[in-house]
Every structure is written in structure tokens, then in C-alpha cells.
């Protein structure tokens, strides 16, 4: 089940200058940076409140590290803004996209990839969600 919005991804040109807007506009400080080369960005998830299902909201901070990666093509058309919505589960991301594919909802992976913080993602494709790029995300289990 889908049960918190896990992250809202904001494509900027300067992560750092961005990140200290948020902080100083907002006083939101509690940051994670990392790049993520299969997505080809470098990234800070800022952390905005814990959610009911253990998990928590973050704003997705994302800089393109490369000019063919998908944000940094996205960029090129529309500036900085917001790129994606994500949302997370409490079981699977391969069962919530079989579960939606099932509807005729377009998945982009054919299997789970790596997303934030140790995160399994998937992508629903934009023009099958009404114009909105969603993605689904399953946090990393807990350390036994
Ligand atoms: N939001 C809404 N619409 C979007 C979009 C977005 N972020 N990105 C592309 N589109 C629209 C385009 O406007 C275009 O519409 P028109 O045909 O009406 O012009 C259509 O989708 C196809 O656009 P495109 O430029 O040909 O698409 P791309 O080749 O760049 O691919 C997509 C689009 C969604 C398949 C690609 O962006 C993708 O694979 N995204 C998933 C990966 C990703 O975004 N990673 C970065 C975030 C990483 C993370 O969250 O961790
Ligand atoms: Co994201």
C-alpha cells in the first residue's frame, strides 16, 4: 500500500546554494548528500517530518551531474522546479508496479533500481499519470 509521500524531487542548477536556501528560508537542516551515478545526479534529501508507516517526507534536492541524464534534458526545457513526486510503500516496490501496471500505467524499470539512502525505486511514466513523473519508493529495511 502506498501510505506517505515519501520525497518531492526540485531540480536546481547549485545544490549547495539551494540547500542553504532552504535552510535559512526554513530552518529545514536535517540533509543527506549523495551522488547517484546510475541517475546521474548529485543530490540532498531534507528531511521534513517522520510519517505514521516509520518512514519520513523529504524534499529531493537533485543537481545533474551529466547533460544526457533525465533531469538535466527535463532542465533544459523548463529551468529549476519541481521534477517528481514520490511515493512510498510499506511492502514492495516490484509488487505496488506490477499492482499498477496492471491498470495500464506505463512502469519505466523492469526491475526495481537504487535510489536514496539505500532506497529501491521505480518511475510511473509522466504522460500516463497526467503529467505528473511519479516514482515509488520502498526504504531500506531496517539493520536486523
Ligand atoms: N514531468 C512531467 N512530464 C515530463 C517529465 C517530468 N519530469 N519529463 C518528461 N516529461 C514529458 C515531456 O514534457 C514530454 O512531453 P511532450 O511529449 O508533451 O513534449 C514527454 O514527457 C517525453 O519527454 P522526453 O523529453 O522525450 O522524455 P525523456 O526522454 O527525457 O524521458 C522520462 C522522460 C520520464 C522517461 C525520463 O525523464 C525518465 O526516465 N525519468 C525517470 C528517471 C528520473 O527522472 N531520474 C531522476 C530522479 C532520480 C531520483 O528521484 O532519485
Ligand atoms: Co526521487
Known amino acids: 500500500m502506498l ?3 515519501d520525497h ?3 531540480a536546481c542548477h547549485d545544490l549547495d546554494a539551494t540547500v542553504e536556501f532552504y535552510r535559512a528560508t526554513y530552518g529545514f537542516t536535517h540533509a543527506h548528500f549523495e551522488v547517484n551515478e546510475e541517475q546521474g545526479v548529485r543530490e540532498c ?14 524534499l529531493q534536492l537533485i543537481e545533474p551531474i551529466r547533460d544526457d541524464s533525465a ?6 526545457q ?3 522546479g519541481v521534477h517528481h513526486i514520490a511515493f512510498g510503500t510499506d511492502g514492495t516496490v516490484a509488487d505496488e508496479a506490477v499492482g499498477i501496471a ?3 500505467v506505463r512502469v519505466l524499470y523492469d526491475a526495481p533500481r537504487n535510489g536514496s539512502m539505500g532506497s529501491l525505486i521505480n518511475f510511473l ?3 500516463d499519470c497526467h503529467g505528473v513523473l511519479t516514482e515509488l519508493v520502498q526504504k531500506r529495511p531496517d539493520p536486523a
Open 3 to 5: 501510505t506517505r509521500i
Open 8 to 10: 518531492i524531487g526540485i
Open 45 to 58: 534529501m531534507l528531511k521534513i517530518n517522520d510519517t505514521g508507516d516509520g518512514a519520513a517526507s523529504y
Open 71 to 76: 533531469v538535466a534534458r527535463w532542465m533544459a
Open 78 to 80: 523548463n529551468g529549476e
Open 102 to 104: 496492471g491498470k495500464g
Open 125 to 127: 511514466h509522466p504522460k
